[in-house]
Nanobody, 115 residues
Framework: QVQLVESGGGLVQPGGSLRLSCVASGSIFFMNGMGWYRRAPGKQRELVAA???????QYVDSVKGRFTISRDNAKNTIYLQMNSLKPEDTAVYYC?????????WGQGTQVTVSS
């Protein structure tokens, strides 16, 4: 059974940076593509960044050039470096498999961008 634990969120001013981490256990991590998802207030959850098992990356247009996803298979961990944060990046951020997310979702980590 997979377990996902996200961390690294917080309150940051516009233009600031945060680095999110997600540790995955209970799965063959290195064989799976992974993604960072977010759910903003009143909106559906969206995939914002993905990294394949071979470390190819993709981003939604709204975060291109600002966010960077990476993975460390030795630590079963993926990261999301977020720079030049905007108020519209405010959301709860989750990690999960991409494609075909597992049914289990972690608790997420809250990112709030506000002055």
């Amino acid at each position: 059974q997979v377990q996902l634990v996200e961390s690294g969120g917080g309150l940051v001013q516009p233009g600031g940076s945060l680095r999110l981490s997600c540790v995955a256990s209970g799965s063959i991590f290195f064989m799976n593509g992974m993604g960072w998802y977010r759910r903003a207030p009143g909106k559906q959850r969206e995939l914002v960044a993905a990294i394949s098992a071979g470390s190819a990356t993709q981003y939604v247009d709204s975060v291109k050039g600002r966010f960077t996803i990476s993975r460390d298979n030795a630590k079963n961990t993926i990261y999301l470096q977020m720079n030049s944060l905007k108020p519209e990046d405010t959301a709860v951020y989750y990690c999960n498999r991409d494609p075909k997310p597992w049914d289990y979702w972690g608790q997420g980590t809250q990112v709030t961008v506000s002055s």
